[in-house]
């Protein structure tokens, strides 16, 4: 309720931005390729290599999906909140080798 109407409001066009950023940016197989506002799920090859060096680097990737479902063993769930930035998800994509679009927006 602190935002306001119209601070909700460009608080979800934001995340819609970064959101559709970060599935482009990480160039990777969409398992929910419909529309998403904050989460997504994607197949990432090697997952628990990617998983240790993301996390040797600092960053928390995402939750694997395994976890709850088997049959994704390849699956990550990826979050991106108001928190994230540009930088933080260009830097998400070069540790799962994916090319970050020349002069995206985020």
């Known amino acids: 309720s602190w ?3 119209r601070g909700f409001v460009e608080l979800g066009e934001l995340l819609l931005r970064r959101t559709h950023y970060a599935r482009e940016a990480l160039g ?3 398992i929910n390729p419909g529309p998403v506002v904050r989460e997504f799920a994607v197949r990432v090859p090697d997952l628990p290599d990617v998983m240790q060096r993301s ?3 600092g960053i928390n990737p995402g939750y694997p999906l ?3 479902y088997p049959e994704f063993s390849d699956g990550l769930l990826i979050a991106v909140t108001e ?3 540009k930088e933080h998800i260009d830097r998400l994509a070069s540790l799962v080798g994916a090319q970050v679009p020349e002069g995206a927006p985020a």
């Open 83 to 85: 928190r994230r930035t």
């Open 28 to 30: 990777l197989e969409a």
């Open 66 to 68: 395994a976890r709850d």
């Open 3 to 5: 935002l306001g109407k």
């Open 55 to 57: 996390r040797a680097a």
